[in-house]
């Protein structure tokens, strides 16, 4: 502990849970929540296995299948793929010999491990939060600690409880103002990485702070901590506030009554101390965010809508411009071509960055009324059983018919090729998620990372398009 010195929120929530410091300075950290899936988990639970132990804290622990599943009926009547198939029936087998709990496909609380956390209070403020996989730093929204772990350290975890970890920098992204009309959470993140490139966080936690952040719902939050890994940091946070409180409240698994105003009092001790140092600053002006999109193979690659195709030629240096040739080549493009200019083939909302309800409404709001253009298939994957039902109950699902949109079933789906859910060779996307890797969402498929309303926007017009023309009439 550092007495009476400033502190960081991930300070704060590190030093709280550290059980020792090891003479080499490695940190044994307690762990209060673990959220499995079915890719990292066999190898962990095998290890378990064989050196006969169980799980340490059961109750800390929660699995659920995400990525290998389809998202339509197919689903329910088994898996085609041996791998898929053999992932998931490996987690359904370790589950009930460990007795660890688990939401099945067939619960409606199923749905994508960084959506269903939050979603049922599993993830709390000022929780140390793990999963076997990259994108956990989502929770972080909730002014948690929470990151990806490799599967022998999910192994760790689950015998013990706890995890050895080094101690990050700190790094603070202030983005201050008003949000300008048509951007969200996924422009000012996609924003933020490229400005500060994909090593920008690399060695840090990335605290997200100031007024636009502050402005955001939940789900904006999660969006844009969840987007941290892009800019290489191992975690994002947002500071806990009145916004936190009352999400969490009320969740199955958020503490009730007086454990809530307990709880809550505590949460209110996490925001980082006024004068508290950090190891790098990084500021953003919100007035300049524009609707962004992802052009190239990398979420750093990323221009405003009204921008044009670089010229690799105008690279700062040779390896630079190597790499954007590369990427002009595999994304199909042509240097100068103005990215509206772009036609689209299939239109993908979902994904852990944005498949909550608001994302749902946000597209929604873009579809009602208007026709998903000739040739182009749009798909609309909601973060869980309980947002789908949410958006039935709203009739959304009716919206996105109508406009001809398909309706799917909650899962990781087109965010990455692990599914059936997959672009097909030179086919171009415009995904609201994440990754924007070659081969991504599909061996030769060319992604658009956006907003919600972006790719509906997309969806309707048949090309890359700028939501703000939308709001204007123009389509
Ligand atoms: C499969 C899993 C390990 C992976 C991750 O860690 O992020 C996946 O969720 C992804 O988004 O690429
Ligand atoms: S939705 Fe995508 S990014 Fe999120 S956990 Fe699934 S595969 Fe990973």
């Known amino acids: 502990m550092s007495g009476t010195k400033p502190r960081t929120l991930y300070d704060k929530i590190f030093d709280a849970h550290l059980v020792e410091t090891l003479p080499d300075g490695t940190a044994l950290l307690y762990i209060d929540r673990h ?42 009547t088994g898996i085609d793929d041996p791998e898929s198939r053999v992932q998931v029936e490996t987690l359904e087998r370790n589950v009930k010999e460990f007795n660890v709990p688990y939401i099945p496909l067939t619960d409606a609380r199923q749905g994508i491990v960084h959506v269903i956390g939050p979603e049922q209070g599993l993830s709390l403020p000022g929780m140390t939060i793990v999963c076997g996989d990259s994108h956990t730093s989502t929770h972080g929204a909730l002014g948690a600690l929470a990151f990806g772990i490799g599967t022998s350290e999910v192994e760790h975890v689950l015998a013990t409880q706890t995890l050895l970890q080094k101690r990050a920098k700190n790094m603070r992204v202030t983005v201050e103002g008003a949000l300008p009309a048509g951007c969200t959470a996924k422009d000012i993140v996609l924003a933020i990485i490229g400005k500060i490139g994909t090593a920008g966080g690399n060695g840090h936690v990335i605290e997200y702070a100031g007024s636009t952040i502050r402005a955001l719902d939940m789900a904006g939050r999660f969006s844009v901590c969840n987007m941290s890994i892009e800019a290489g940091a191992r975690a994002g946070m947002i500071a806990p506030d009145q916004t936190t409180f009352d999400y969490v409240k009320g969740r199955p698994h958020a503490p009730k009554g007086e454990y809530f105003d307990r709880a809550v009092e505590w949460w209110k001790t996490l925001p980082t101390d006024e004068g508290a140092v950090f190891d790098k600053e990084v500021f953003l002006d919100a007035a300049e965010i524009v609707p962004m999109v992802s052009w190239g193979t990398s979420p750093e690659d ?174």
């Open 302 to 475: 990323v221009l405003p809508i009204t921008g044009t195709v670089p010229n690799p030629e105008e690279g700062a240096d040779e390896a630079r411009r190597a790499q954007l040739r590369r990427m002009v080549d595999y994304m199909g493009l042509t240097p100068g071509q103005k990215l509206t200019d772009l036609k689209v083939d299939v239109v993908f909302i979902g994904s852990c960055t944005n498949s909550r309800i608001e994302d749902m409404r946000a597209a929604a709001a873009i579809a009602r009324g208007r026709r998903v253009a000739e040739g182009v298939r749009a798909m609309v994957v909601p973060g869980s059983g309980l947002v789908k039902l949410q958006a039935e109950q709203e009739g959304l699902d009716a919206v996105f018919k109508e406009a001809g949109f398909e309706w799917r079933e909650a899962g990781c789906s087109m965010c990455l090729g692990m599914n059936p859910d997959k672009l097909t060779p030179g086919q171009r996307c415009a995904s609201t998620s994440n990754r924007n890797f070659e081969g991504r969402q599909g061996p030769g498929g060319r992604t658009h990372l956006c907003s919600p309303a972006m790719a509906a926007a997309a969806a309707v017009t048949g090309r890359l398009t700028d939501v703000r023309e939308i709001a204007e009439g123009k389509h």
């Open 35 to 76: 959220l499995v899936h079915e890719v990292t988990s066999p190898q962990a639970f095998e290890g378990l296995r064989m050196a006969k132990r169980p799980v340490r804290r059961l109750e800390g622990t929660v699995a659920v299948v995400d990525h290998n599943i389809a998202t339509d009926a197919s689903r329910y």
